[in-house]
């Protein structure tokens, strides 16, 4: 992956990270979304976090 694109994503709940890609030229707001945490082992919320 090229690592300009790549941002942080943190879980709300655990604090779980993975990196992921963003168009930053349409993107202007942070990145939310819901993704599978393999430590609470449920779906959560996934927030952008500076790298």
Do not use: C
């Amino acid at each position: 992956m090229a690592q300009k694109h790549l941002v942080k994503v943190k879980s709300e709940e655990t604090g779980h990270i993975r990196y992921t890609r963003r168009n930053k030229k349409s993107v202007e707001n942070k990145l939310s979304f819901k993704k599978f945490d393999p430590i609470a082992r449920k779906h959560v919320t996934y927030k952008e976090t500076k790298k």
